[in-house]
């Protein structure tokens, strides 16, 4: 979506809520668009609306947790996921983030188990899980064997991140013996 499309969007969803104030998709889709364009104090601001609206939406948590972590706020990454937690004991998503936010601050097996958990329960981005998988074997664990079958499970999972593909190739390049040759 174009720049000017994106403004013409969060004009559109502010006037939404001023007609529907209780009507949480609304809050949601412009936070992801304000999340998007880096407006991180006004999507923090929908996110919040949103909890306080319904705090069952598993969106507004990682909603919240993707602006923390772009802006390497670890500590309030790491708030918003145990009370996320608190309503979602058992999602991938949740169980995901935990996982990223763990490889951020180098505690490698701690990031390992949360992937493995967020496999566990269903998280539907498995190119994700499988890259930040292959990186905390790499960067963290020292496990070239593992990170390597990580990186293969990513480019075979159908990944859609055009900066994640090029990361992983280069990687993999490293390897002596990976069946990609870039």
Do not use: C
Not at 42 to 65: E, M
Not at 101 to 111: F, H, P, V
Not at 145 to 157: M, N, Q
Request: proline share 4%.
């Amino acid at each position: 979506m174009a720049a000017n499309k994106k403004q013409e969007a969060i004009i559109l969803y502010q006037k939404a809520i001023k007609e529907n104030p209780d009507e949480p998709v609304l809050y949601i889709n412009q936070a992801a668009i304000l999340r998007n364009t880096k407006k991180y104090p006004i999507a923090i601001r929908n996110y919040n609306i949103l909890l306080k609206l319904n705090p069952k939406i598993i969106w507004a948590y990682t909603g919240l947790v993707q602006v923390f972590l772009a802006q390497k706020k670890y500590t309030q990454t790491q708030n918003v996921l145990i009370q996320g937690k608190q309503y979602f004991p058992s999602h991938g998503a949740i169980d995901f983030y935990q996982g990223r936010l763990d490889y951020e601050l180098k505690r490698g097996n701690q990031a390992l188990e949360n992937l493995n958990l967020a496999l566990d329960n269903k998280y539907p981005h498995l190119y994700k899980v499988y890259y930040y998988r292959g990186m905390t074997f790499q960067d963290l664990l020292a496990n070239k064997e593992r990170a390597k079958l990580d990186f293969e499970s990513f480019l075979l999972s159908d990944p859609k991140n055009a900066t994640m593909i090029k990361d992983v190739k280069n990687r993999l390049s490293l390897f002596d013996d990976s069946l990609y040759d870039f």
